[in-house]
């Protein structure tokens, strides 16, 4: 399974930003696919994933201002993000998990100016 992350860039501050992560090498949606953000100089964390059932769970922060969703017939999830605030900065990781295996993508970098 391969994940391709897309749509990073520089937004200021209270814009939007949708990112994308398109899986190839499996047709199974029998997954929880996500994102995660690595904010510089801090560790690895969630942001929010969906599963199969479009069941959906945010971190506290994302809560109000992103939306997870997913087009299984594309095997891809989307992260909308709007409210941007500087301390969204990072570089986004979408996820999948299946079973116990995981899967990880190239990352995107996400800059909010103030």
């Known amino acids: 399974v391969q994940l391709q992350a897309s749509g990073g860039g520089l937004v200021q501050a209270g814009g939007s930003l949708r990112l994308s992560c398109a899986a190839s090498?499996?047709?199974?949606?029998?997954?929880?696919m996500g994102w995660y953000r690595q904010a510089p100089g801090k560790e690895r964390a969630l942001v929010g994933n969906?599963?199969?059932?479009?069941?959906?769970n945010y971190a506290d922060s994302a809560k109000g201002r992103f939306t997870v969703s997913r087009d299984n017939a594309k095997n891809t999830v989307y992260l909308q993000m709007s409210s941007l605030k500087p301390e969204d900065t990072g570089v986004y990781y979408c996820?999948?998990?299946?079973?116990?295996?995981?899967?990880w993508g190239q990352g995107t970098q996400v800059t909010v100016s103030s």
């Open positions: 996820y999948m998990r299946r079973g116990l295996r995981e899967f």
């Open positions: 090498g499996t047709t199974s949606t029998s997954n929880t």
């Open positions: 969906i599963n199969s059932s479009g069941k959906t």
